[in-house]
């Protein structure tokens, strides 16, 4: 599959805005044609807009490399991105399950991209054969979130799989909730999947809700493409340190304790 063929024309073309930030490759410094106040307060120097650091530290924790990493406003961002990439407004079409995370259908509206809707099962199962058959040859996205959103049930490892091998287009599996899961999800498996999105959050099991911080994980093609169509400094420069120093700090006692508490009230 080449990803590229996917993409709108002008996406593909598209000459991205360059920052000083960008083009320097050392640490960051003082540079002199970004206008930048001389004066240190901790807030005068422009972000990265790459966010190598931050990068670097949440490669060490997802074990994925940093060229697969997008870092977001949180995962809102990389979901209107997924749109405004793949989806050419008022041609191409996007499909989701129902009931599901609603910034779904917000996005999609948005950027004036129809949103197909294949409802769950009364049990809240998924039909993959009925998710695949709301496609046609314009559906560009598939979004599944698992956990869901707000059923909490999590679908088989093996069917996601086999959606993602079927669907010739891109699936965006969110996995926001994946920290309270019995089971892992498919991180560990994205480079067998080219046209895999995967989803994350630093705003639940972390805690940084507040922070609006949200991680993408693709093949470095996607990732790059993503990263030349956002606005060039997405993550500013407090939110970049606070998330630094919060991940230097354990949540498994914190998710155990969720999870814990999640069972008894369920017994209850």
Request: charged content about 25%; overall charge negative; glycine content about 6%.
């Amino acid at each position: 599959m080449d990803i590229r063929e996917l993409y709108r024309p002008n996406i593909r073309s598209l000459a991205p805005y360059s920052t000083a930030r960008d083009e320097y490759r050392g640490e960051l410094g003082i540079f002199l044609d970004a206008n930048e106040n001389p004066y240190d307060n901790g807030c005068n120097r422009y972000p990265d807009p790459r966010q190598r650091e931050l990068k670097r530290r949440l490669s060490e924790i997802k074990g994925v490399a940093p060229e697969k990493i997008f870092v977001g406003n949180g995962s809102d961002e990389p979901i209107d991105l997924a749109f405004r990439v793949f989806c050419e407004p008022r041609l191409h079409n996007a499909v989701s399950i129902a009931p599901t995370y609603g910034m779904y259908k917000v996005a999609a509206a948005i950027n004036d991209v129809p949103m197909r809707e294949v409802p769950l099962e009364p049990d809240f199962s998924l039909d993959e054969r009925k998710l695949l058959a709301a496609t046609d040859g314009d559906t560009r996205l598939l979004l599944l979130c698992s956990p869901n959103n707000p059923t909490g049930n999590c679908f088989p490892r093996a069917q996601i799989e086999r959606i993602v091998r079927t669907f010739p287009g891109i699936v965006v599996l969110d996995e926001a909730y994946i920290d309270f899961a019995d089971t892992p999800g498919l991180l560990g498996e994205l480079d067998r999947f080219p046209n895999l999105i995967i989803l994350q959050t630093l705003s639940k099991a972390w805690g940084m809700a507040g922070l609006r911080l949200g991680l993408a994980f693709a093949q470095e093609e996607i990732v790059e493409t993503l990263s030349r169509v956002k606005y060039p400094y997405n993550i500013n420069v407090i939110t970049q340190r606070a998330v630094l120093e919060r991940l230097e700090t354990s949540i498994d006692g914190q998710v155990a304790e969720i999870v814990s508490e999640r069972e008894r009230v369920a017994e209850a």
